[in-house]
């Protein structure tokens, strides 16, 4: 049991040249699918290891630490270990038909292998525990996803990924920059080395320059306003499939690396606060919030749509990271969990019913309520949990963000996530009156696979079931937050 | 390319050298600067000057693309395989100790072997970099 860290990381890359030496393609989905299972298997069993608390290291090739590399599991690490592998095995579940129509017949195996290395990347970017590793895992996963988005139907797809490439090797280079000065300085690139090295020196102002830069690297990546422009082409014109598969996991990745970094490690809020930084980023999200929600109640394209609300989603976790109470972290942590679900499941039902649409339209929806009863009441309940509506996990997320808000320094923010909450309303009803409201058109429903309706099933049980049990979301997201601003306060 | 005489022989005297140093660096690698990864880079650019000089149909009846991806896939392969065998002989992932009857010639065994793997992978990358860019149907 001692191997479960390296085994979820190192058995998708095994599958990987397996893959690429089978090429046929029901072959090569029987062993994604089998691999993403087990690998969710894995992780359950690590999460039960680590769930009091424990903290597990493995050290590569038997080196020890502060020269070996190592791997770090620990709570935090297994709660978006659960959600990245989760989500990958409920899109690969679902998405076979969909993949077979939507990608070019003999770049099927090619994009089932960059999926793989795709969710290596993200395993591993949450495994390690060296900063450079992180660096070259999130290279990995960037450069699979590049493949990923290009692949699909509609023509802006190449653009997308080009723009995606272009802007996210530029994110990699501040990243890569800030993990230099950090090494020039502390001499170790050993997390747990580094947050003990940081404790002991005075910061020189170059350190706060590198934060600079890894906060700028680290929000391209994910996407956080006003650096999130590469996520509504990519979310608009890339594989229905791998919209929803990256809409729960490559900016939450990007959230782990801002809580585990600057949190965790580096302990970078006093350096924040000395330069009044922590108010410029607040304020930021704060207009990222009010924007995006604007945008999003101004678009046509459902897709588009849903890409400007997990901007301001986005946004209200950056809101909550900043203010930094021990209850904001919980908020942030439980609307990274839930907000994952809800957005994957939104992009699912649309992933099913619109296989062969380039761009899906808010008329496009209309009449759907009668042609596919099942499917757009799950839509209804998704995007119900999106704006907040009680029974659902939106809410407790958002219950969480606007009281913990409200008993911090800056409870006058929690008037703008209020508001903001109320604005998603107006887009959801949009779709909601097009799909139950508007005349059906003479589209015929195409019967929807049972194992796509199990995964669309799960995600909707889900937002429904945290809605009212709140042990998994919650009891974790204290347990982490606890240890983490135990941290700080050292 | 071939008419230009200069080229042509300039190239076939430096391709030996260049693949000479390649090996070199793929070997040497663990005792002195250099590595699998240099060395691939560096093999396959002495097969893409090749490549480029007398026309890409007589490279690619030495290795062709089928080869050329296979081969990669063999790299990564060798890289897992080996680090999996740490595993299967009781150590941590990448722990060459158990390979042999002590541990340094373990170590030894471990390294060359990964070097390899690595080497192949990125040469062949490189080389189907290359590749793709001059074929227009796949």
């Known amino acids: 049991m001692s191997q479960l860290p390296i085994l979820i990381i190192v058995l998708p890359l095994l599958m990987v040249p397996i893959c690429l030496f089978i090429k046929e393609k029901n072959y090569v989905y029987l062993l994604t699918l089998t691999i993403s299972s087990v690998n969710l298997i894995l992780v359950c069993f690590l999460f039960y290891e680590v769930h009091l608390g424990k903290t597990i290291f493995y050290e590569l090739g038997g080196w020890q630490a502060p020269i070996g590399i190592r791997l770090q599991a620990d709570l935090l690490s297994c709660y978006f270990l659960l959600l990245i592998n989760f989500m990958s095995f409920i899109c690969i579940l679902s998405g076979k038909e969909i993949i077979t129509k939507e990608i070019h017949p003999q770049n099927v195996y090619l994009f089932y292998i960059a999926w793989l290395l795709c969710n290596v990347g993200f395993s591993g970017i949450i495994l390690t525990n060296d900063i450079f590793n992180l660096f070259v895992f999130l290279e990995i996963s960037s450069l699979s996803s590049y493949f990923l988005i290009s692949q699909g139907m509609h023509k802006g797809s190449n653009i997308a990924a080009l723009q995606y490439l272009f802007i996210g090797s530029i994110g990699a280079v501040f990243i890569l920059l800030g993990i230099a000065v950090i090494y020039a300085h502390l001499g170790t690139l050993n997390m747990t080395d580094m947050s003990e090295k940081f404790l002991q020196i005075e910061i020189p102002k170059s350190l706060i320059f590198s934060i600079g830069l890894l906060i700028t690297g680290i929000a391209i990546k994910s996407a956080i306003f006003p650096l999130h422009t590469w996520l509504v082409r990519t979310y608009a014109y890339s594989p229905s499939v791998i919209v929803a598969y990256f809409a729960g996991t490559s900016t939450k990745v990007g959230i782990y690396i801002l809580v585990r970094v600057f949190l965790d490690i580096l302990n970078a809020i006093n350096p924040l606060e000395q330069y009044s930084l922590i108010e410029f980023i607040l304020f930021i999200s704060l207009v990222g919030a009010l924007l995006s929600t604007t945008y999003a109640i101004k678009q046509t394209d459902v897709k588009k749509m849903l890409a400007f609300s997990s901007v301001a989603q986005l946004s209200y976790i950056i809101i909550a990271l900043m203010v930094l109470t021990n209850d904001s972290l919980v908020a942030s942590l439980i609307h990274i969990f839930n907000h994952s679900i809800i957005k994957t499941g939104l992009f699912l039902v649309i992933a099913i019913i619109f296989v062969t649409n380039q761009q899906v339209k808010t008329t496009d929806l209309s009449g759907l309520g009668k042609k596919y009863p099942y499917m757009m009441s799950a839509f209804v309940i998704l995007s119900f949990g999106l704006i907040g509506v009680p029974l659902t996990s939106g809410f407790i997320s958002k219950w969480y963000l606007v009281t913990s808000i409200l008993e911090s320094d800056f409870w006058y923010l929690s008037i703008i996530v209020l508001i903001t909450s109320f604005m998603t309303l107006f887009y959801v009803w949009k779709l909601i009156e097009k799909i139950y409201f508007s005349q059906a058109e003479n589209i015929k429903a195409e019967p929807v696979l049972t194992h796509q309706g199990i995964g669309v099933f799960v995600l909707t049980a889900l937002t429904l079931y945290l809605g009212l049990d709140t042990t998994l979301t919650v009891g974790i997201s204290e347990d982490i937050s606890y240890m983490i601003m135990q941290g700080i306060n050292k | 390319m071939k008419d230009y005489i200069i080229l042509r022989i300039i190239t076939k005297l430096t391709i030996p050298l260049i693949l000479l140093f390649g090996l070199y660096v793929q070997f040497h690698g663990d005792y002195s600067a250099g590595g699998g990864f240099q060395a691939g880079v560096i093999l396959a650019s002495g097969f893409i000057l090749y490549n480029i000089i007398f026309g890409i149909d007589?490279?690619?009846?030495?290795?062709?693309?089928?080869?050329?991806?296979?081969?990669?896939?063999?790299?990564?392969?060798?890289?897992?395989?080996?680090?999996?065998?740490?595993?299967?002989?009781?150590?941590?992932?990448?722990?060459?100790?158990?390979?042999?009857?002590?541990?340094?010639?373990?170590?030894?065994?471990?390294?060359?072997l990964i070097e390899i793997g690595v080497g192949l992978t990125v040469g062949n990358v490189m080389i189907l970099v290359f590749y793709a860019f001059n074929n227009e149907e796949s």
């Open chain 2, 58 to 112: 007589v490279g690619k009846a030495v290795l062709s693309q089928r080869m050329s991806k296979i081969l990669m896939g063999i790299g990564v392969l060798l890289f897992v395989g080996v680090g999996i065998m740490g595993i299967i002989l009781g150590g941590n992932f990448l722990e060459y100790n158990s390979f042999s009857f002590d541990s340094t010639s373990g170590q030894m065994i471990g390294i060359f």
